[in-house]
């Protein structure tokens, strides 16, 4: 995408970029500025960010300059004459640098042919990195009339790319969207207890792989790196209470391969070009899907495999809920929504990759297979008709309701906020009082995370209809999902006994035979392996090589389902085996 948006931009027009991190923005608007006659003036949130893409244009012979607030007198001095005389082809500014002291009323004097706002999510009210400085970008129209101007994110949902749109006076037919998915990242998510152990246990199996463990505070970066250090690793801290000697020193030492684990806090990773990052781990629970994504996106740039791992407890869900009291009031109702959607890509019980790419309006078909869930699915049965009533209940309202509210009309509430815009006269009022409220919003929770409906966080968190969800109101798609199970079950279950482990995977020549055929069955229903059943499934059936349907039920991953469908076909195949192991074992030697 990146020709089309260059040649787009030589052309003199505007732009909005939305590629995933580590897609290769920064080039959209770099060539424009070589090829034209006069600066390029980039717009960059952070000093770091500034630093590295400048050090690199210089690498590459480019003459490019920063100005910021770290810079002494003299430096500045330079970086002015160096405009003035036409020598500098790309300057790096910060808005607030830009819209302090005299430079603003100098742009007209400085030729400037291209303005690139680089992540420009920090300009909008919904985004997770608002920064008031960014919204005075507007006013770069009138400093510098007729000059076009590319916007650039990795983190925009709908709702942010209509607020940049409008704010930056940009035409919504000049949107390049490019797919957020990066197929090369392992999503997986385990329990917040014993984080070390488990964290230990990672590193063993990224023996020498560089990669970066995000942690909520500066004394857990220091704590953690200290404890890595200790064991042999060649870890440290980074975080923004480090002085900016200090920083540079870990960060340069990362990418030159001579550190390889970075505890950090968010403030590492923006604009850091280092492609062989093999891992990211989240010590704690992130503040919103957008900052989880862009922190997991500097993993895998080189398009190699690559791991991502999140520790999730309740305790995180809390602390986030802390920082809340900080905030303004008018965004809290907005950090709470993004952390509800965060905690719920945490506790998923269905394809997590889809849940990510929904949420930047971007719909998966059909799970990755590449996730934990995926690769151990829980059983889901035909949720179409209660798909269709909960997207019905979305389309009758004019998109103007939210999911509580849709199910609130669904189980026939006549509260006040349902009779007062006369939802009660819609036809779908009551069709869903067999299903609790809080199935119905464990279920609208599912359909949102798949796709098949989006949330509007601009138009006061209503549910919009998506492409896929217009199919489902015309039946002319299925939809699985996976049954709800209240919090007290789940409680329940995870303090009963658990079943002990098998002390061993069994023998391997018979899961490669149970992978045979789980083969044969996946391919006569055109489904992928995992589905039928897990490599986990497998290894613990051949460790416990069940005779009948009561052994077969005992094998972690078998439910009732899946027994009646596939039980009788496995036992055929262990019997199989067995007697051509047998038959083997009786033969001479």
């Not at 998510?189 to 984080?195: A, E, N, T």
């Not at 505070?217 to 404890?227: I, M, N």
């Not at 009948?548 to 009788?568: I, L, M, N, Q």
Request: charged share 25%.
């Amino acid at each position: 995408m990146q020709e089309r948006v260059v040649e787009h931009v030589l052309e003199g027009r505007d732009a909005l970029v939305l590629m995933p991190t580590g897609g290769g923005k920064s080039l959209c608007f770099q060539v424009p500025a070589l090829c034209m006659e006069g600066l390029t003036l980039v717009v960059s949130p952070l000093v770091a960010l500034q630093r590295d893409q400048v050090e690199a244009l210089k690498a590459n012979g480019v003459a490019a300059a920063v100005l910021n607030s770290t810079q002494s007198a003299e430096e500045s001095s330079a970086v002015f004459a160096a405009i003035e005389s036409g020598a500098l082809k790309l300057l790096y500014v910060s808005p607030e640098k830009l819209f302090s002291g005299s430079i603003a009323n100098r742009l007209a004097d400085w030729r400037v042919s291209l303005i690139a706002v680089d992540e420009a999510h920090c300009i909008s009210f919904w985004g997770h990195d608002f920064r008031p400085e960014y919204t005075q970008l507007g006013r770069l129209r009138d400093l510098l009339p007729g000059v076009p101007l590319i916007a650039l994110t990795a983190t925009a949902d709908p709702a942010i790319r209509r607020d940049i749109l409008a704010q930056l006076g940009i035409d919504g037919q000049s949107v390049f969207l490019s797919s957020f998915d990066r197929p090369n990242l392992r999503l997986a998510v385990l329990p917040g207890q014993k984080r070390f152990e488990r964290l230990q246990a990672f590193l063993r199996d990224h023996p020498r792989q560089p990669g970066i463990v995000y942690c909520l505070s500066r004394a857990a970066t220091e704590d953690l790196a200290e404890k890595l250090s200790r064991l042999g690793y060649s870890a440290a801290a980074y975080h923004a209470g480090m002085g900016t000697a200090e920083r540079h020193r870990v960060q340069d030492s990362f990418l030159r391969d001579e550190t390889e684990i970075i505890c950090a806090t968010v403030a590492f990773g923006m604009g850091i070009d280092k492609s062989n990052v093999r891992w990211v781990v989240h010590w704690n629970l992130p503040k919103n899907l957008e900052g989880f994504y862009q922190e997991i996106g500097r993993a895998g740039r080189d398009g190699l495999p690559a791991d991502t791992l999140l520790f999730y407890s309740y305790a995180d869900v809390a602390q986030q809920q802390k920082f809340f009291d900080d905030a303004d009031t008018d965004r809290r109702e907005l950090l709470a929504a993004k952390l509800e959607r965060m905690k719920q890509y945490a506790e998923a019980r269905i394809c997590r990759r889809r849940i990510l790419l929904s949420y930047f309006g971007e719909t998966l078909e059909e799970d990755c297979g590449h996730c934990d869930v995926c690769e151990n699915p829980p059983e889901t049965f035909d949720g179409t008709i209660i798909a269709q009533k909960l997207l019905s209940a979305v389309y009758r309202t004019g998109e103007r309701a939210t999911l509580r509210q849709c199910a609130l009309i669904l189980r026939g509430s006549v509260a006040q906020e349902i009779t007062a815009p006369g939802w009660h006269e819609l036809k779908t009022f009551g069709v869903g009082r067999d299903l609790k409220f809080e199935e119905w919003m464990e279920y609208g929770s599912q359909l949102v995370n798949a796709g098949y409906a989006a949330v509007a966080y601009d138009r006061g968190a209503t549910l919009q209809l998506t492409a896929p969800s217009r199919a489902i109101l015309k039946a002319e798609k299925s939809v699985a999902l996976v049954r709800f199970v209240s919090f007290e079950d789940r409680r329940a279950a995870e303090a009963a006994p658990k079943k002990a482990a098998p002390a061993a995977d069994g023998d391997p020549d018979l899961v490669e035979w149970l992978k045979g055929t789980r083969k044969k069955i996946a391919d006569e229903h055109g489904v992928p392996a995992y589905v039928v059943f897990s490599d986990k499934t497998l290894k613990d059936m051949a460790a416990k090589v069940p005779r009948t349907s009561g052994d077969f039920r005992t094998v972690h991953g078998v439910g009732e389902v899946k027994a009646e469908s596939y039980g009788p076909i496995f036992l055929r195949s262990i019997a199989e085996w067995l007697e051509r192991d047998a038959g083997r074992a009786a033969e001479p030697r």
